[in-house]
């Protein structure tokens, strides 16, 4: 079964920076959309960013000019680069991939989640 491995989360500091990584076990027909939501106890998981296959990036709106999505279809993994990083963002963060396993068939794959800590 095709998986999502997620690295990068952590703790960081206010004001900080933390990059994270996501790769999937397996080669897709193609991969539509890769992205990051996120999710904190209590509350519904939420987009944060995601990049299509044409690389047309789309933001959460509060997260724009503060974050950056990107992804490399050779190496099937998209990043997600969080600067001047606030407590509120602490968060299970969780990439999604939508993607087709062959042709005409799509589903999404999501990842087990990587916690993101900003705290002082």
């Known amino acids: 079964q095709t998986q999502l491995m997620e690295s990068g989360g952590g703790v960081a500091q206010p004001g900080g920076s933390l990059t994270l990584s996501c790769t999937a076990s397996?080669?897709?027909?193609?991969?539509?959309?890769m992205g990051w939501s996120r999710q904190v106890p209590g509350k519904e998981r939420e987009i944060v960013a995601q990049?299509?296959?044409?690389?047309?990036?789309m933001y959460h709106d509060s997260e724009k000019g503060r974050i950056n999505v990107s992804r490399d279809n050779d190496k099937n993994t998209v990043s997600l680069q969080m600067n001047f990083l606030r407590p509120e963002d602490t968060a299970v963060y969780y990439c999604?991939?939508?993607?087709?396993?062959?042709?005409?068939?799509?589903?999404?794959?999501w990842g087990q989640g990587t916690q993101v800590t900003v705290s002082s």
């Open positions: 999604k991939f939508k993607a087709m396993y062959r042709k005409n068939a799509i589903r999404d794959y």
């Open positions: 397996e080669s897709f027909y193609r991969i539509l959309i």
């Open positions: 990049v299509t296959d044409s690389c047309r990036a």
